[in-house]
């Protein structure tokens, strides 16, 4: 007879449907096997002949382990964010820079390391990680030592508006995806260091491999001003890294055929978008990019207003990212849930919880198994506990309790 755990708790948050107090959660090993309230999930399952092992949480609350779709985790020792808030996007990159040469390839596995726990510990249970040349996924992201049981999918960062390097970049994105492992994407990195032909020849490999692509686009004002103008912060930033080409930049850098570009894919993933217009928000409903919100690095950042009730009035995908501890204090995925609910009181709490579970799951097309807490996904649920019985199911958006992943 097959051992089933029946977690009872004060409330349980499918996602796929509505809230239920007193509910429970059924799962085996691997897959959830019944979801409800907890007197008929205990009935039904009393007639299978199962081996129950009847677990209660009378104040935890049970959603679906959380989705963090965006972040760099290399920087994942870093204390605090870096330089002040406010700080512009040229200058932030100006401290990275600093950071990275800091780093050997030991350090920057032991921070990887130390990210992916600080994940796990906060309830997320799928990772969309940008990764930086030269990384390998199984030494570096311990992908066969299934620790911390999280499911990573590893964007290779690629960048250069030098075209005489599209081979080299191209014997680099296709040495990532052979290695042998799943949830392997590519990742063109900016509209500012990414030259339009790299972006159409990653998007021409994702498409012929089924890879998922990652790109920050339209981040800050000055890119913006960059694509219309060649002018302003991010120019300087070039001239002083030795990398600024002027006639590198064409008809072709601009958001609109970035969109397009991504468009062409049905696995495209569109990071940040804080600048997008109305057209181009539409334009990117149209073509089913998902947009991926950071929410506390746009804080960081001090851009303006998000256009997140926009994005999902048009029905647009949005799934939420940490980005990494070098513009967020931590990676705690429901501090991000949080910030929104604060920043946007519009936005109904169930919808709030989607976008950090199910859209998260679909951004990354890991929805068969994580996202929402239905029969038949798999058993990687979260907890948010509380000491008393809380009376509102959506309590936790405004509690300080992490979640963690069930045990
Ligand atoms: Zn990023």
């Known amino acids: 007879m097959p051992s089933v755990r029946v977690i009872c708790a004060n409330w349980i948050l499918p996602v796929s449907s509505p809230p239920i107090r007193n509910g429970a959660v059924a799962i085996t090993a691997d897959q959830i096997v019944a979801v409800g309230d907890r007197v008929s999930v205990l009935d039904t399952l009393s007639t299978t002949g199962s081996d129950l092992a009847v677990e209660e949480h009378p104040h935890a609350t049970i959603i679906p382990g959380l989705i963090n779709a965006h972040t760099h ?92 390097l ?44 089924n890879a998922p692509l990652a790109m920050h686009v339209a981040e800050t004002k000055e890119e913006l001003e960059l ?11 070039l001239q002083k890294l030795g990398v600024w080409k002027a006639d590198s930049f064409g008809d072709k850098d601009s958001i609109d055929n970035i969109i397009e570009q991504l468009g062409r894919h049905n696995r495209s993933m569109l990071v940040h978008g804080n600048y997008l217009n109305d057209r181009q928000l539409q334009r990117i409903s149209e073509l089913k990019i998902t947009v991926v ?20 009035e048009l029905g647009i995908n949005v799934a939420i990212g940490t ?13 991000e849930l949080r910030l929104i609910s604060q920043t946007h009181p519009n936005v109904l709490p169930e919808t709030i919880l989607s976008l950090g579970t199910r859209c998260g799951a679909i951004a990354l097309g890991v929805d068969q198994r994580f996202g929402t807490l239905e029969i038949g996904k798999g058993s990687a649920i979260g907890v948010i506990d509380s000491d008393k019985d809380e009376h509102d199911p959506w309590w936790w958006l405004t509690g300080k309790q992490a979640a963690s992943v069930l045990r």
């Open 323 to 335: 980005d990494s501890r070098a513009s967020n204090p931590d990676l705690n995925l429901l501090e």
């Open 227 to 237: 694509l219309e103008s060649r002018s302003g912060k991010f120019v300087e930033l």
């Open 166 to 209: 599209l081979p080299q970049r191209g014997a680099e994105a296709a040495a990532h995806l052979n290695q042998r492992c799943i949830g392997l994407g590519l990742s063109p990195h900016a509209p500012y260091s990414t030259h339009p032909d790299l972006l159409k020849q990653i998007v021409d490999l994702a498409i012929e491999r």
């Open 73 to 164: 985790l290399e920087f994942s020792h870093l204390q605090a964010p870096l330089g002040h808030k406010g700080i512009s996007l040229p200058d932030w990159i100006a401290h990275v820079m600093g950071v990275r040469g800091e780093t050997d390839a030991d350090s920057k596995r032991d921070s990887i390391q130390s990210g992916l726990k600080e994940l796990y510990e906060t309830g997320t249970v799928a990772v969309g990680e940008i990764s930086t040349f030269p990384t390998t996924a199984v030494a570096d992201y311990s992908i066969d030592a299934c620790q911390f049981h999280i499911h990573k999918t590893l964007f290779l960062e690629q960048l250069t508006r030098n075209l005489e």
């Open 293 to 312: 919100f950071c929410p506390r690095t746009h804080a960081w950042f001090g851009h303006d207003q998000y256009p997140l009730a926009r994005m999902l």
